[in-house]
């Protein structure tokens, strides 16, 4: 049973600084992707970042610049949060897919709450 565990989530005043890490367990293989999305109240989910097994990033124009992603040498990633806007906050959700088999599937986190105060 793949599980994705969370941490990092927090309040922060706006032009703080977060660290969310993702951590995956239960799976021996590499994933394919892993990364973030988030969801703020009355909107839609939205990528924020992900890294795929190779090292290749994709990262929202809404955080490029002041957001990073990055992983360790296991199932772990990431999500460096710099100079944090009022409208960063959202709960953020970590994502993974994994290749089991001979299909890729979707995972997902339970969502951590960041709260940027003015």
């Known amino acids: 049973q793949v599980q994705l565990v969370e941490s990092g989530g927090g309040l922060v005043q706006a032009e703080g600084s977060l660290r969310l890490s993702c951590a995956a367990s239960g799976i021996m293989s590499s994933f394919n992707f892993m990364g973030w999305y988030r969801q703020a109240p009355g909107k839609q989910r939205e990528l924020v970042a992900r890294?795929?097994?190779?090292?290749?990033i994709n990262i929202s124009d809404s955080v490029k610049g002041r957001f990073t992603i990055s992983r360790n040498a296991k199932n772990t990633v990431y999500l460096q949060m710099n100079s944090l806007k009022i409208e960063d906050t959202a709960v953020y959700y970590c994502?993974?897919?994994?290749?089991?088999?001979?299909?890729?599937?979707?995972?997902w986190g339970q969502g951590t709450q960041v709260t940027v105060s003015s």
């Open positions: 994502y993974a897919n994994f290749r089991l088999g001979s299909t890729n599937r979707d995972y």
């Open positions: 890294i795929s097994g190779v090292g290749s």
